[in-house]
């Protein structure tokens, strides 16, 4: 399996500019988890799904933040407009349904600039 | 609400040493705890977790984790370092909820090896 996949890898981007950001998980995992990792607040959840539909969104700082599911195999994280203090490094993660034990798997994330 | 707490920002260990990272949590139900590794550029890899059993976890690359309730810990450790073990260290804690769980990290332990 590859794992899940984030695209862009790398995005820098000018205040003000909308980003996407995109996540495939794997394969057969119901749950999907999106996070941002900044040195001042360390790793935080910003929102999750399971079976494409969003569960708890009470991490996604402001409006200018929001997720999709469209489908089993595909998310995503905008951000409209970016600002300077959006520059973090955002993961997506997966796991399956069962038990609340199981492993999340995280992407290799997405290292966002806004300039 | 959970939270967790790893002391060591930063721990630099020879080559060879052991190493001890040390993580403190809060959860006012039985924790479900794991230990998360992050190298450079890397999404999270999970080391080991612990919901139940046995206190004493083995987990992937030779590390183990022991939970002593009474102490609300869980460190991490492994008996002899190797230079590929310089990492990003994170504890974590996750909260059942009725729709699968969410995890709470810790800052993290950056983890420096010394030839």
């Known amino acids: 399996d590859a794992g899940v996949i984030q695209s862009p890898r790398h995005e820098v981007t000018e205040m003000g500019q909308e980003v996407t950001l995109r996540c495939k998980p794997i394969?057969?995992?119901?749950?999907l988890f999106w996070y941002r990792q900044t040195m001042m607040r360390g790793l935080e959840l910003l929102i999750y799904f399971n079976n494409n539909v969003p569960i708890d969104d009470s991490g996604m700082p402001e409006d200018r933040f929001s997720a999709k599911m469209p489908n089993a195999s595909f998310s995503t994280l905008k951000i409209q407009p970016s600002e300077p203090r959006d520059s973090a490094v955002y993961f997506c993660a997966s796991r399956v349904a069962g038990a609340y034990t199981d492993t999340q798997y995280f992407g290799p994330g997405t290292r966002l600039t806004v300039l | 609400a959970q939270s967790v707490t790893q002391p060591d920002i930063h721990i630099t260990v020879s080559e060879g040493a052991s190493l001890e990272l040390r993580c403190n949590y809060s959860?006012?139900?039985?924790?479900?705890l794991f230990w998360y590794v992050q190298s450079p550029g890397q999404g999270l890899q999970l080391l080991l977790k612990?919901?139940?059993?046995?206190?004493l976890v083995q987990g992937i690359k030779g590390f183990e984790a022991e939970f002593k309730r009474s102490q609300s810990s869980f460190n991490l450790r492994k008996p002899s370092v190797h230079w590929s073990d310089a990492a990003e260290y994170f504890c974590?804690?996750?909260?059942?909820?009725?729709?699968?769980?969410?995890?709470?990290f810790g800052g993290g332990t950056r983890v420096l090896v010394k030839p």
């Open positions: 959860y006012g139900a039985t924790p479900y």
């Open positions: 394969s057969g995992h119901d749950y």
């Open positions: 612990y919901f139940s059993g046995d206190t």
């Open positions: 974590a804690v996750g909260a059942l909820s009725a729709a699968g769980n969410k995890l709470t």
